[in-house]
DNA sequence: CGAAAAATCGCAAACGTTTCCGCTTTATTT
DNA sequence: AAATAAAGCGGAAACGTTTGCGATTTTTCG
């Protein structure tokens, strides 16, 4: 279990240890004829240097904090997977915390984070709280927030455009002939206000009725989309079609409306938010707009790394486009 | 960003950093008046143990590798989940690693974490060859494999009983009046081999015709099953029941099937394997095998934090029991 | 009241790196 | 050939912590 360090190879070498440790490193002022004996030998040896000694004299971990709520989570672990891949590919692992869905635990990850002398943190907050919740230690450390847009918060995040995303969902359902569209999903976060006002601003822009129907909880399952949508059936349906606020809520609305027979496509149409897999298998088929997932980690460790790199101070919000995504819930009527 | 550290609380309070470090950590040999007294400084000038510098002196990073092939996967991202949830209410972190397709980029990452002095390393196998590739760093470190069965190897790992999985899942089958199954799927690794005897041993008890019909992807995906499974149905259909070897080929099968209005489960029943979580979606409703996923990933970090704190050194084979999961793919025929 | 024992606390080494600075040795120039 | 420059390498400090050991003070007890 004793591993091999510097000071082995230059016993072996016969060499100071500085002077691996320049050769390791490139420096040009180790020649080249003793550089590739220490390279061979470490080889040989089986050397690998010490990441945690040499963060401690480098005051640089190369860690980067990840924070999410829970990557049991279709959208948070693709988000996961893509920072994960583009950070190891500049260099840098990934500490992953799930915060769960209290507060307490999410202050308890981050204040671990630190502990850990980690470069950055990626955090997509829980709760719209999230911000006040942590506002202590994001000073401490270059910190941006993904995925949910946080306005004018002196915060850098990055996130989609998700006012546009239910603008160009709306549009969509109006020109296959919808007059009638219920938005169906709570505010109560920013992501959500948004989402609520690109339906508004399409109703306005289209002359149509803006009709909500409020979700009651604070995470969005499937679940409890189901137990809604149940209540909302019970009413009289006086809609052609339902933008649903996530993909989750959709899926519960699909599963109600089979339960009680209402046809979707055939009679209702259905839209959602979010392109989670689970939306592409067959019998889903739900068309709903897309998150760019890949672009918005990528692009939130590439934030991260030019404050950790470049020390850049200022706060960036990034806004990335949603697309519509066709599939089979949404049906031209006459 | 400069953080606080022992000798600036420790001038503050006007005692040595070495009696900070004692108090902090509850050595008896400091008196409770300066133990209180120093704590609540601590608090005050918001120190927090900086924990690189205590890996270097302690040897030992409270840190554990997990290497899934992608948490992109239901699958995997519930493990991970899991993982994480029970390490850190051991203390532990996880530093998360996607190994991706290629063996080259597996071997990588547990090169990388190992210089990253974690503890440990959980592991969950991209590939049979997994246990070759990586066996030249699991005497380095603790390691255990996670979701693969190693059968004999000299290596600690968890699985579920996938034999048992099939046994049970194709005696279903068979009590619901089926009496041709085929089974779909290949047997590339020892997982999917198990998976194949159990169904043989099933056969066998119940004198049935063992049916095969194997797919020739690696990776198993809908969307892959989807293909295979339009090949099948090319063919004539003289089985009333599919025994697909994992929940992704079921999907596809139940996509193939649609499209040419094979009737599921009218005409054909389906039961698939691991129990992601898309097969609990309305209009899908697969009934399934389940793979203990949250025992799994708890009893692999307990097993894994046995080998580090307390040095076990054999190997042990866990075997968890699935369990079949009724729903709606699966027909009384008679 | 004096001595031994117990209770507190400080000193300094150690963990494995990186890098500044200085010391040789060799090459270059006049 | 002497002086200067350049190249190659070693010594040692520093990063922030834990802990064995010694030093000092306080308590205890005969």
Chains 1, 2 share one sequence.
Not at 23 to 47: F, H, N, V
Not at 95 to 105: E, I, R
Not at 118 to 138: F, H, W
Not at 154 to 167: C, E, F, K, R
Request: charged share 25%.
């Amino acid at each position: 279990m004793k591993s091999v360090t510097l000071k082995d190879v230059a016993k072996a070498a016969g060499v100071s240890y500085a002077t691996v440790s320049r050769a390791l490193s490139g420096s040009p002022q180790i020649g080249s004829d003793t550089r590739e004996r220490i390279i061979k030998l470490c080889d040989e040896m089986g050397y690998t240097t010490n990441y945690v000694a040499r963060s401690m004299v480098m005051k640089k971990t190369d860690l980067i904090g990840l924070v999410v709520p829970s990557v049991d989570n279709q959208f948070m672990a693709e988000l996961a997977y893509y920072a994960e891949m583009s950070a190891r590919s500049h260099g840098y692992n990934i500490m992953l915390c799930n915060s769960g869905p209290d507060l307490k635990q999410e202050k308890t990850v981050v204040k671990l984070l630190l502990g850990r002398q980690v470069d950055g943190i990626l955090i997509v907050p829980q709760s719209p709280k999230t911000y006040e919740n942590i506002r202590a230690y994001t000073d401490q450390v270059p910190t941006v927030f993904l995925s949910e847009n946080l306005r004018d918060q002196p915060q850098s995040y990055v996130a989609a455009d998700n006012s546009h995303g239910t603008y160009i969902g709306t549009k969509y359902l109006y020109d296959l002939g919808h007059r009638d569209i219920l938005y169906f999903g709570r505010r109560h976060t920013t992501t959500h206000q948004l989402r609520a006002e690109g339906y508004m601003k399409a109703c306005q822009e289209l002359g149509l009725q803006q009709r909500f129907f409020n979700s009651e909880f604070t995470r969005s399952s499937v679940n409890n989309g189901y137990e809604l949508a149940k209540a909302l059936f019970a009413r009289p349906i006086d809609y052609t079609a339902i933008f649903a606020s996530t993909d989750s809520n959709a899926l519960g609305i699909l599963k109600a409306a089979d339960e009680l027979r209402i046809d979707i496509p055939g009679r209702l149409s259905l839209i959602g938010f979010d392109n989670i897999p689970s939306t592409d298998l067959p019998r889903i088929e739900l068309t709903t707009i897309d998150q760019p997932k890949r672009d918005m980690a990528i692009q939130a460790v590439d934030m991260l790394r030019d404050k950790i790199e470049n020390g850049t101070q200022g706060y960036v919000h990034q806004i990335l486009m949603p697309t519509l995504v066709k599939r089979g819930t949404c049906r031209e009527i006459g």
